[in-house]
């Protein structure tokens, strides 16, 4: 299914996504957003990540309520990577500063400000994005459209020599190196706490109610460091490469390690369980619960059968 928006927000800012969501919908567009688009027992990381790709805007309520949001910002991570910038909207919802691995990922982007702009502006603007994603709309963040300008002529000056990056054109001026290197390390830090809060929920007393939310956490620890690793590959080689010499190697390897021995269980379980589906039905519901918790991790053919089997009691 196609929407014209998606909307990334956090729950505490639900009065704000209703009136957003009332105006879209008086003026003919369609939007995605979890209260309503999620059913009960899906793999919500899943239908988040399909339901941006199949959006046209990406729209951030962004304020202090998002910016604590870990699954927010799991989506703006998310849509930084999969969207054209000029798909992505934030909506400014107060005053509270930016952490600075988001003010990184979207510090190029336009924003639009509630205190200043109507919902009916933020309407055309989304319009504008879906007929044309290439311009931008709104203002820059902090009116900082100058600063932009300057680094993008100041490039050519800067650069010199011939460079041997593989993603890199030239060689980068201090200040981008600069945020690179707070990147690299801000998608580190996140890998540890995600990896730390994947190990504190694996220890909680009802671990089959937790487990998507370890899988989650582990899935978007692996993102971070492969955020990192694309970061680092691109200064192999160069001058610079020693400020991105931390090694992720041994955290990708803690991830798999957790994941792998999460899909073991919950493989075992799911064949388990299945055995006596015919005899009981909370086996079936239980063995259709483990089979997809399983698949959520690593796809199967027996697993995939497994779940269409149950899928059709």
């Known amino acids: 299914m196609h929407y014209d928006v998606f909307i990334s927000y956090s729950r505490k800012d639900g009065k ?8 879209l919908s008086n003026a003919g567009l369609s939007y995605f957003i979890d209260l309503e688009g999620i059913s009960g027992g899906a793999n919500f990381p899943d239908v988040l990540a ?14 202090k309520n998002s910016y604590a949001s870990k699954f ?9 990577n999969h969207k054209r910038t000029g798909c992505i909207i934030p909506w400014l919802l107060d005053e509270e500063p930016m952490p600075a691995d988001i003010e990184f990922l979207l510090g ?3 924003w639009l400000d509630s205190r200043t702009n109507t919902l009916d502006e933020l309407v055309e603007a989304i319009r504008q994005a ?4 290439s311009m931008g709309v709104g203002k820059w963040k902090k009116d900082r459209g100058w600063q932009k300008w300057l680094f ?5 000056l800067i650069l010199g020599g011939i460079g041997v990056y593989t993603q890199l054109q030239k060689k980068r001026a201090e200040s981008a190196v600069a945020a690179d290197v707070s990147a690299f390390q801000g998608r580190i830090a996140r ?21 998507p939310l370890q899988i989650a956490s582990l899935k978007e620890a692996d993102a971070c460091l492969d955020v990192s690793d694309s ?12 400020r991105f010499s931390e090694s992720t190697a041994g955290r990708h390897r803690t991830v798999k390690t957790r994941l792998d021995s999460m899909y073991t269980v919950w493989l075992n379980q799911a064949r388990d369980a299945y055995g006596f589906w015919q005899d009981s039905p909370a086996e079936a519901e239980y063995a259709l619960m483990c089979a997809e918790y399983a698949l959520s991790i690593k796809e199967s053919s027996e697993l995939r059968e497994m779940k269409n089997k149950l899928d059709k009691i």
Do not use: W
Not at 72 to 80: G, H, K
Not at 130 to 133: E, G, S, Y
Not at 191 to 211: C, F, G, M, Y
């Open 16 to 23: 704000a996504a209703k009136a957003i969501c009332d105006a």
């Open 191 to 211: 890998a540890d706490s995600l990896i730390r809060h994947s190990a504190v929920l694996k220890n909680q007393p009802n671990t089959v109610e937790t487990t």
């Open 231 to 242: 970061i680092a590959a691109c200064y192999h080689g160069t001058p610079d490469a020693y």
């Open 152 to 156: 993008l002529l100041a490039i050519p």
């Open 130 to 133: 879906i007929t044309n994603p």
């Open 50 to 63: 399909k339901s941006i790709d199949a959006s046209s805007v990406f729209l951030l309520l962004a304020g």
């Open 72 to 80: 927010t910002m799991s989506e703006v991570l998310y849509a930084f």
């Open 108 to 110: 190029n982007v336009n």
